[in-house]
């Protein structure tokens, strides 16, 4: 027995893994992964496969990275953990001025807390009881775009339109509003995205206008709606929202867990549009990919709504046990130094560019109906019929055959459903990116050229982790 199957047995004996359905482990072997090196991984076997979803979309500077290594391992020889309720720590005040400085204008205020959905529920918590402490408590509903995705905590699956996500726990979530998304994939022929995107605010603009005196806020993926398939939509979109949030007094949420951190091509996707939130989430990034924390920042207005004499009862008393760790916070401060070093956002556009030229000879595959691409996220749409962008049933899981032979090829290429996407390291180089393209067209004419087995079949439409 191959070390590889001897810790695999060892897993399926104990383990429950995320998003999967564990009864493809019959037939689809784990991979268990022994070391990391810059974008690669290595299983027990010692295969290697290039990380080119960065582990969930986490990894941005490597795996082992000697910088952040180095600067948690001082850390941790000083302090490992302390709560952040009456108490503070040097890396956490840091890391706070830090972002500050880092984000758009107005955002002065840090709430942290262990993970992207746990960050998604400090936010809506934070705009409802804003209104509440301003004496406006109707307004307690959520905007929301279709095919939006925030998270697994109940409050973040309400703002999300993920069926295979969200149809199970219906009779748990929120009430919210639903917007028909931006999504520049369903543009009619001929418009362009901003067009498009312009096009698609009027049902926005209809929503706020019907409803703002009982919404608290809108909440949106700026440019790239990831767990929705990488659909992607332009700036204007944003800008036109900013204006209408602050007309019709809503709150305004930028989730950028997923694409904050240079992965649009600007440090923050808000700054395309030229806007601040009123709160910008961010996570998954920040510490690199190491460590789990989430930060939530918004403005000293929404700050001061709070700041009270303790009997009025106007405090935030929300808290997580790990909130501000300081070996997280020390990952965040290696990163953050890595890209104000290193010119990130900058060299990122050359690698922003061989993406594009290596996938080019995708667009004219005939079961590829858009190869689209915003800074270093590009995705692939495979697709039964490219002139009416039928897509492949879902129980056909043509993206497991995409994902099962990148992993032979020595990639991890994880599909969104029939969506093959490149969310690579950015310390990934040009050939890299060539041999991703390369694996990633062959796994789709394996995948695209005929009748497939589904044997390994989920219960519902597969999407966002399932390689299917």
Same mark, same amino acid.
């Given at each position: 027995?191959?070390?590889?199957? =001897?810790?695999?047995?060892?897993?399926?004996?104990?383990?429950?893994?995320?998003? $999967? @359905?564990? %009864?493809?482990?019959? @037939?689809?072997?784990? +991979? *268990? +992964?022994?070391r990391g090196e810059g974008v690669w991984l290595e299983d027990f076997d010692g295969k290697r496969y290039l990380d080119a979803v960065s582990s969930w979309w986490v990894n941005v500077f490597g795996h082992a990275n000697p910088r952040i290594n180095q600067r948690i391992k001082d850390q941790?020889? @000083?302090?490992?953990?302390?709560?952040?309720? &009456?108490?503070?720590? @040097? *890396?956490?005040?840091?890391? =706070?001025?830090r972002l500050v400085a880092l984000t758009p204008p107005g955002l002065e205020r840090v709430f942290y807390t262990d993970n992207g959905s746990t960050g998604i529920e400090v936010a809506l918590k934070m705009s409802f009881h804003y209104w509440r402490n301003s004496g406006r408590p109707r307004k307690q509903r959520f905007v929301t775009l279709t095919n939006?995705?925030? &998270?697994? $905590?109940?409050?973040?699956?309400?703002?999300?339109?993920? !069926?295979?996500? $969200?149809d199970t726990y219906k009779p748990l979530l929120l009430d919210t509003l639903k917007v028909p998304s931006p999504d520049c994939y369903l543009r009619p022929e001929g418009m362009s995205w901003e067009e498009h995107s312009r096009h698609m605010f009027a049902?926005?603009?209809? $929503?706020?206008?019907?409803?703002? /005196?009982?919404?608290? !806020?809108?909440?949106?993926?700026?440019? +790239?709606?990831?767990?929705? &398939?990488?659909?992607? #939509?332009? *700036?204007? #979109?944003?800008?036109?929202?900013? /204006?209408?949030?602050?007309? #019709?007094?809503?709150?305004? +949420?930028?989730?950028?867990?997923a694409v904050g951190f240079g992965r649009t091509g600007t440090m923050f996707a808000c700054e395309q549009a030229g806007i601040s939130p009123d709160f910008l989430c961010l996570s998954k990034a920040l510490t690199g990919g190491y460590l789990p924390m989430a930060a939530v920042l918004t403005t000293d207005r929404l700050y001061q709504a709070f700041y009270d004499d303790y009997s009025t009862l106007r405090a935030f008393l929300h808290s997580h046990t790990y909130t501000g760790n300081p070996l997280a916070c020390a990952a965040a401060l290696a990163t953050l130094d890595i890209f104000a070093e290193d010119n990130v956002i900058e060299a990122? %556009?050359?690698?922003?560019?061989?993406?594009?030229? !290596?996938?080019?000879?995708?667009a004219d595959h005939p079961h590829v109906a858009e190869v689209r691409q915003t800074g270093m996220a590009l995705a692939i749409e495979m697709v039964q019929d490219k002139a009416s962008k039928i897509a492949y049933p879902w129980q056909e899981r043509r993206g497991l055959q995409v994902y099962q032979h990148a992993l032979e090829r020595g990639a991890l290429l994880r599909p969104l459903g029939s969506v093959v996407y490149f969310l690579p390291p950015y310390t990934i180089t040009p050939e890299q990116i060539d041999f991703l393209a390369e694996v990633a067209s062959e796994g789709i004419d394996i995948a695209t050229r005929a009748a497939v087995s589904v044997a390994l079949q989920p219960g519902a439409p597969s999407n966002f982790h399932d390689p299917g």
């Open positions: 027995m191959s070390l590889n199957d =001897s810790w695999m047995r060892r897993d399926l004996a104990v383990l429950w893994h995320p998003c $999967t @359905q564990m %009864k493809d482990h019959e @037939q689809l072997p784990l +991979i *268990p +992964i022994r941790l020889d @000083q302090l490992e953990h302390v709560m952040l309720a &009456g108490f503070s720590h @040097q *890396p956490v005040v840091e890391l =706070s001025e939006s995705y925030h &998270g697994e $905590t109940v409050a973040a699956m309400s703002v999300g339109d993920v !069926a295979l996500f $969200t049902h926005m603009e209809q $929503t706020l206008a019907e409803h703002h /005196e009982e919404v608290a !806020a809108v909440i949106v993926e700026p440019l +790239i709606q990831g767990a929705g &398939g990488m659909r992607m #939509y332009h *700036p204007i #979109y944003l800008k036109l929202l900013r /204006e209408a949030c602050d007309r #019709y007094e809503v709150h305004l +949420i930028h989730d950028e867990i990122n %556009k050359a690698l922003a560019a061989r993406m594009v030229s !290596a996938t080019a000879h995708l």
